[in-house]
């Protein structure tokens, strides 16, 4: 697979996915316990409302939103999609990565247990190796990997008449506009949810 794939466009991040798929096989070939158990302490959030928006694709962050939908959509998302999703599950919602794991496996077609579970524990900041201080910013991550929009309104109806990068911030259009799109406001503030959640992890607030 490396020498078919080498020197062709997209090559390497290609390869760097498949090192990780290998990688965590490996691990839950030789300690399957680590499937379900981080072995961490973590002071997880109950809170059923924000995982039903979750799930169903009405946080108010237009690139979460859509990713979760295409999930129910096509039992399909891409990779940067998961990680911006299980990122504002478990660090801006604070809910533990484990509902989040069982929610892909019940919807993806190429769900996998290794890959799955523990790129969610890589995303939550609690493997080995991983950078826990990493948050992904759902606008910003919207701006920089769909610039035009045309993500976010394939997937969610209510954003099609916003054109362009405006559609990752639908707060700031015009209020009687927001209202006729239906289209929900955001359930969390991302900058008070990372706080937050630092201030749970570390123990202290980051501003």
């Given amino acids: 697979m490396e020498r078919s794939a080498s020197g062709l466009p997209g090559a390497e991040p290609f390869l760097r996915q498949l090192c990780w798929r290998d990688f965590f096989a490996q691990a839950l070939a030789e300690r399957p316990e680590v499937a379900w158990s981080d072995g961490a302490d973590q002071d997880w959030r109950d809170d059923e409302e924000g995982l039903e ?20 959509h ?35 077609v190429d769900g996998d247990l290794a890959s799955n579970n ?36 394939r997937f969610v109806g209510e954003l099609g008449p916003v054109a362009g990068g405006a559609v990752h911030e639908p707060w700031r259009l015009d209020p009687a506009r927001r209202r006729r799109l239906g289209y929900p406001s955001p359930i969390v503030d991302h900058g008070d949810a990372v706080d937050a959640y630092r201030a749970r992890r570390f123990g202290h607030r980051a501003r």
């Fill in 118 to 153: 523990l790129n969610w524990q890589w995303t939550a900041g609690l493997l080995p190796g991983p950078n826990p201080h990493r948050v992904l910013d759902p606008t910003r991550q919207g701006h920089r990997f769909d610039p035009d929009g045309s993500y976010v309104r």
């Fill in 74 to 108: 096509d039992g399909f998302v891409p990779n940067r999609a998961r990680m911006v999703v299980a990122s504002f599950l478990t660090k801006d919602l604070g809910i533990d990565w484990r509902v989040g794991a069982r929610h892909f496996l019940d919807w993806l």
């Fill in 53 to 72: 928006a979750w799930r169903e694709g009405r946080t108010g962050y237009p690139v979460v939103d859509a990713a979760m939908r295409q999930l129910r």
